[in-house]
């Protein structure tokens, strides 16, 4: 009797740690204030762009930094040609920038050689990197530089954005994205960050050269996450999250499932790389609580009577996810978007199943 008792509370045993972790990162994303610009920056900063085939974007983002409303002799743009095959040299060749803007080849091959090829070049101690398809607002530098100069951390993580898209296939995209915006930002608020994006990130050369050689050159991706989980194991380092609406950056969702799926599996193929702790608990726990509501599914089907518990599983998990979705969305002026919450929550671990299965069945193949 008292097994069959056990048995029954296991479910919910099992969802609990999901439900914990994700509620004290709801917490810390609640205690967030804005940055507000007090005095103005004069910090000079290097803004390093690695870029492969990118001829259809690169004009839009070089203009966007361009326009910025940062002193044009207190920045640089360094433009990293990864081994492009298109008319990429040709468009950086013929685009008239305000300011300094190198262009340089990569030394080896892949987005990580690029990078280090072009923090190597840099002449700023402040470096900030985003990639060719974003697009940022004209007061992005001077809030990056401004922050910096107020905290001095060694890494800023800046927040991004999808640019919206229709059709559920487009909603999905945006609020699994402002998901891992609100994880990023919470986890990054405690104290504990766990991921990061380069799209819009800042941080000093010297952090980077001293953790350059932890970036698993050989796993194709992962840059960013990895200097992140480098950096975080110095005690003394200081990594904070940048809260403001001037400081984000916009980027393109992905235009089919063929390109969602193969974005999803370099991030997966990267998850081999990683030594923080939270950072894999975070990512067993979740996987155990997406496990365990399809087995609880499937089980359902069988027994009708398991659905009760399928149901009280949906629900627990639901409760922080939209907690720290309805935050998100408050602060990047998109709450419109939480009545595709159910639905996309209904979806959400046959997405994971699908995005696991294409992994394995057709790995990620990395640079030479």
Known sequence: MAEGI?????????????????????????SIEPFNITVEPATFVSVVVACRNEEEHLPGLLQSISDQDYPVNLFEIIIVNDNSTDRTAEVLSDFTAKGKILVIN??????????????????????????????MGK?????????YENHK?????????????????????EL???????????SSNAGNGTMCN?????????????????????????????FLHSLKKQKISKILWLESTSAVVKTEACPTTTSFLKQRRRWISKSKGYIDRFTILLGIVTFAAVLLQLSMFVAGLINYAIIQVFLAIFLLKSV????????????????????????????YPFYVLIVVLYSLISPEKQEN
């Open 198 to 226: 380069g799209a819009n990130l800042a941080f000093t050369r010297e952090a980077y050269m001293k953790n350059v050689d932890n970036l698993n050159f050989e796993i194709s991706s992962g840059d960013d996450i990895f």
């Open 139 to 147: 007061s992005w530098l001077r809030t990056l530089v401004a922050f």
């Open 320 to 347: 922080p996810d939209f907690l720290i979705l309805l935050n998100t969305t408050r602060r990047y002026n998109r709450v419109e978007l939480m009545k595709w919450f159910l639905p996309v929550q209904t979806v």
């Open 6 to 30: 056990g048995m029954q509370w296991l479910p919910y045993i099992l969802i609990l740690p999901y439900v914990l972790i994700l509620l004290k990162i709801f917490r810390s994303l609640q």
């Open 176 to 186: 699994e994205f402002l998901s891992l915006q609100g994880i990023t930002a919470g």
């Open 153 to 173: 951390p060694d890494m800023i993580i800046g927040p991004v954005q999808l640019e919206s898209s229709p059709g559920f296939f487009g909603r999905f995209q």
């Open 106 to 135: 990569n030394t080896g091959k892949g987005k990580k050689y690029a990078m280090k090829t072009g923090i190597g070049r840099a002449s700023g101690n402040l470096i900030i990197t985003t990639d060719a398809d974003c697009r």
